[in-house]
C-alpha cells in the first residue's frame, strides 16, 4: 500500500546550523508533498508545500526539493532557531483523488543553544 | 492559526462505549478529512467527506463512522471503544478540486479506560 518514510527519527543540531529531514513515498501518483511542523499539545501546522510539477521550493529559511525519479523529498531549514524546535512531518496524497495524506512517522527536531 | 474547530477538546470513555467528535470547518472550505494520531506516530487517515458523502476511507474499521452537515461541519463516530482508540483525532478542512491544502483543527484528545 502507500507509504512514506522520514529520516531521521530524532535530530540535534546546533543553533544557526543548518537541518536536513528526508522521505521517500511508494506511491508514484502522488503529486502533492506537504510538510507539517507538529509543537508539543498542538495542531500539525502546514510550513511549506511543493507539488509535482516543482522541482524545489523556497520560503525564507525553509526550503523543499523534489526528486519525483527517485521519489525522495527533502525538507531544509537554514540558520535554526530555538522556535524551530518541534516535530515534523512529511506526507504525500493524490490531489484530487479523495485528497488522503499519508504521513511520515515524524523527526523530532531540537535545537541546541 | 487556523479557523478549524474541534470539540470537545478532552474526553475520557471506558471501553465499549461510543463517541462522537465534532469539527467545524474553516470558512470557504468544503472538504472535512478525519485522522488519529496516536503518541509519538503520524496522524493516520481515517476518512473524508465531501457533499455530504464519505469520499475516501484509510484502513479503519466500519464501527468508525462519520457525518458531514450541509454547513460543512462533521462529527467522527466511534463505536465500542477499544483501549487502542485513545489518541488525538484531528480533523482538517480543504476545498475539494482547488489547492486542497488541509487545515488541521486542534485536535480532540480521547482517552479510553
Known amino acids: 500500500g502507500e507509504n512514506v518514510e522520514q529520516h531521521p527519527s530524532t535530530l540535534s543540531v546546533q543553533e544557526g546550523d543548518s537541518a536536513v529531514i528526508k522521505c521517500t513515498y511508494s506511491d508514484s501518483a502522488s503529486n502533492y508533498f506537504p510538510w507539517y511542523k507538529q509543537e508539543l499539545g498542538k495542531r500539525p501546522q502546514l510550513i511549506i508545500d511543493i507539488r509535482s510539477n516543482v522541482g524545489e521550493k523556497k520560503d525564507q529559511r525553509i526550503a523543499v526539493t523534489l526528486n519525483k525519479t527517485a521519489k525522495h523529498f527533502s525538507l531544509h531549514i537554514t540558520e535554526t532557531q530555538p522556535e524551530d524546535s518541534a516535530v515534523y512531518f512529511c506526507a504525500a496524497s493524490r490531489v484530487s483523488s479523495a485528497s488522503k495524506i499519508i504521513f511520515g512517522s515524524g523527526t523530532r527536531l531540537s535545537i541546541r543553544p | 492559526e487556523t479557523g478549524v474547530t474541534q470539540s470537545p477538546t478532552h474526553l475520557i470513555k471506558t471501553r465499549g462505549q461510543q463517541v462522537t467528535l465534532r469539527c467545524s470547518s474553516q470558512?470557504?472550505?468544503?472538504?472535512v478529512s478525519w485522522y488519529q494520531q496516536a503518541l509519538g506516530q503520524g496522524p493516520q487517515f481515517i476518512f473524508q467527506y465531501y457533499r455530504e458523502e464519505e469520499n475516501g476511507r484509510g484502513n479503519f474499521p466500519p464501527r468508525f463512522s462519520g457525518l458531514q452537515f450541509p454547513n460543512y461541519s462533521s462529527e467522527l463516530n466511534v463505536n465500542a471503544l477499544e483501549l487502542d482508540d485513545s489518541a488525538l483525532y484531528l480533523c482538517?478542512?480543504?476545498?475539494?478540486?482547488?489547492?486542497?491544502?488541509?487545515?488541521f483543527g486542534p485536535g480532540t484528545r480521547l482517552l479510553v479506560l
Open positions: 482538517a478542512s480543504s476545498v475539494q478540486g482547488a489547492e486542497e491544502t488541509q487545515y
Open positions: 470558512s470557504g472550505h468544503n472538504t
